[in-house]
C-alpha cells in the first residue's frame, strides 16, 4: 500500500480524496491544513494540522500538495520535500524552470523524489505536444482551452467595484479548429483563438454601462478577446454557474511529404476541472513512490517517467492487454 497524506484541501484536496477510493493499492494517511482541523468537512479522511505533518513521517510515503501556484506551492514544494516524496500541480509555465531547479536540489540533497507541474495543461497536454511535435517536426502546435470556467478570469471580474460575484468561461473558436484540421495554414491572434463569456451580478446601484467598459478594456485578461457578459441574479449564478468544467484540445498539424498532410488531436472534456486533475495527481503520486522506492532521487516532470510508473498493473499484464 502507498500511504499518501493531502496537504491542504480546497477543490483540489477533496479531488485527491475520491481519486484515492478508486485506487485500492493506496491508503489516506489524513488531510493536513492550515486551518483548525474540526472546522474541516472531509470526505471522511482525519484532518491534521499542517503542524503535525512531521510526526507523521513514518507513516506517508508521498504527500500530494494542492496549494495555489501563486503563493502556496512555490514555498510548500521545497519546505516539505526535505522531508517527504512530493507531488504538486505547479502551473504558471513560465517559471516551471525556476521551480525544477529550486525542488531539484532539495530532492537530491535529501533523498527525496518531487514531480512538479503535473495535471492536465501542464501534464497531459504537455507530452501530448511533445508526442506530436516529434512524430510530425514538419508542423505546428496549436491548444485551445475551454468550454469551461478560468478561475483566474472569474476572479478577475469579481474584483471589479460594482460586482458581487461572477463567472467566466474560456471557449475555443470551433470554427478555427476545423479549419487547421481541414489543414489551413493560419496566422493567429489571441483573439482568434479564444472568446470569453462573462456572467456577473451587480452589487445594488452599480453602474452597469461603465462596468461593463471596464470589463472589456482589462489588459491581460479581456481587452484582446471578444467579451459577451450576462448580468443576472445570484439565484440563476448559484444554480447554473457555480461548477468547474474544463477541458481542452491539443491540435497538431503536419505534413510527412510534400503532398501528405497529417493531424493528431488529443481532446479533453471534463466535468469537474479539480476532480480531473486530482486524478492525475495520484497517478503521478504512484510514480513517484516508486522512482524513491529505486532511489533515483530529484525532481521529475511528466516528460521524464515513464508511463508504466503511473499503472498499478504490473508491466507484464501491459504488454500482454494494453500494447
Known amino acids: ?8 484541501y480546497g477543490n483540489l484536496g477533496r479531488g485527491v480524496e475520491f481519486a484515492l477510493r478508486q485506487n485500492p493499492d493506496m491508503n489516506l494517511v489524513g488531510v493536513f ?3 483548525a482541523p ?6 471522511g479522511a482525519t484532518a491534521y494540522h499542517m503542524n503535525d505533518l512531521l510526526a507523521k513521517k513514518g507513516e506517508i510515503d ?24 512530493t507531488v504538486d500541480s505547479f502551473d504558471t509555465h513560465a517559471k516551471i524552470p ?8 532539495i530532492a537530491k540533497e535529501n533523498k527525496q523524489v518531487s514531480v512538479i507541474s503535473t495535471g492536465w495543461d501542464p501534464g497531459l497536454f504537455s507530452l501530448n505536444r511533445l508526442y506530436a511535435q516529434s512524430i510530425l517536426p514538419q508542423g505546428e502546435t496549436y491548444t485551445f482551452w475551454g468550454k469551461g470556467v478560468s478561475q483566474g478570469h472569474s476572479d478577475a471580474l469579481r474584483r471589479i467595484d460594482g460586482i458581487a460575484d461572477a463567472t467566466q ?15 489551413e495554414k493560419l496566422e493567429l491572434t489571441t483573439r482568434d483563438k479564444h472568446l470569453r463569456e462573462c456572467f456577473i ?32 441574479s445570484q439565484e440563476e449564478l448559484n444554480k447554473n454557474h457555480k461548477a468547474a468544467p474544463h477541458g481542452g484540445t491539443v491540435l497538431h498539424t503536419g505534413v510527412t511529404n510534400e503532398s501528405t498532410k497529417q493531424v493528431i488531436e488529443y481532446n479533453l472534456h471534463l466535468d469537474s476541472n479539480p476532480e480531473f486533475t486530482a486524478s492525475v495527481l495520484v497517478a503521478y503520486a504512484r510514480a513517484c513512490v516508486r522512482l524513491a522506492n529505486e532511489k533515483q532521487f ?12 503511473l499503472s498499478p498493473i504490473d508491466v507484464e499484464t501491459l504488454r500482454k492487454e494494453l500494447l
Open 298 to 309: 530529484g525532481a521529475y516532470t511528466v516528460f521524464d517517467i515513464a508511463p508504466k510508473y
Open 201 to 232: 451580478v451587480l452589487e445594488a446601484g452599480a453602474d452597469e454601462v461603465a462596468i461593463r467598459e471596464e470589463i472589456v478594456t482589462m489588459p491581460n485578461y479581456f481587452a484582446d478577446y471578444d467579451t459577451t457578459i450576462h448580468v443576472i
Open 33 to 35: 491544513t492550515r486551518r
Open 98 to 105: 525556476e521551480h525544477f531547479a529550486k525542488v531539484d536540489k
Open 38 to 43: 474540526e472546522t474541516v468537512e472531509t470526505q
Open 1 to 8: 500500500m502507498i500511504r499518501v497524506a493531502i496537504i491542504g
Open 62 to 85: 508521498v504527500c500530494i500538495l494542492c496549494g495555489g501556484s501563486a503563493t502556496d506551492l512555490p514555498v510548500q514544494t521545497p519546505e516539505i520535500t526535505q522531508y517527504f516524496n
Open 169 to 183: 468561461y474560456t471557449i475555443p473558436n470551433t470554427e478555427i479548429i476545423e479549419r487547421l484540421k481541414a489543414g
